[in-house]
């Protein structure tokens, strides 16, 4: 793979990443090990098809694959400063409006749909094409990570509101 080829798709990883991780040196790390797996797989890219969409979707199987593997959860320390016994819950207000935090609070399917669909600008038929799921859980997602950033930006719910499944 030549670089001039991945080079003007290094932004959209990088976006991607960030979002996808919430931190930058774990998502540069991300984008690096991306680029390093897709000059490895470069043999299954077919010319004539979406680099762009190739490389997101080499990036999200390496992170969910990462995820499952549980290896990076050690690198993962709280920011959260201990409460002191002055503190003021007010000063925390201000968070809830923090879109970063916001997405960062939802689950990591729905951010990736959300992500992919509202910032990278995929339709649904190629955001479900990299991510290898259907269309209609596609929509399904984006409806509800809609919806939750929605009532999270409003203080409506909390940050961490479980989902709920309807039975059928």
Sequence with gaps: ???????????????YARLLTGDAARADDLVQDTLERACVKWSLWR??????????????NLHANQRRDHRHDDACVSLEPALEPG?????????????????AALPPDARAVLLLVTVEEYSYAEAAEILGVPVGTVMSRLHRARERLRLQL????????????VKR
């Design 1 to 15: 793979m030549g670089v001039e080829q991945a080079w003007p798709h290094v932004g959209a990883l990088r976006r």
């Design 47 to 60: 010319p004539g098809t979406a680099l762009r969409a190739w490389l997101l979707t080499l990036m999200h």
């Design 87 to 103: 503190h003021d819950p007010t000063r925390r207000l201000g968070d809830r409006l923090d879109l970063q935090r916001a997405l």
């Design 154 to 165: 409003e203080g409506d719910a909390p940050a961490a509101a479980p989902l709920t499944l």
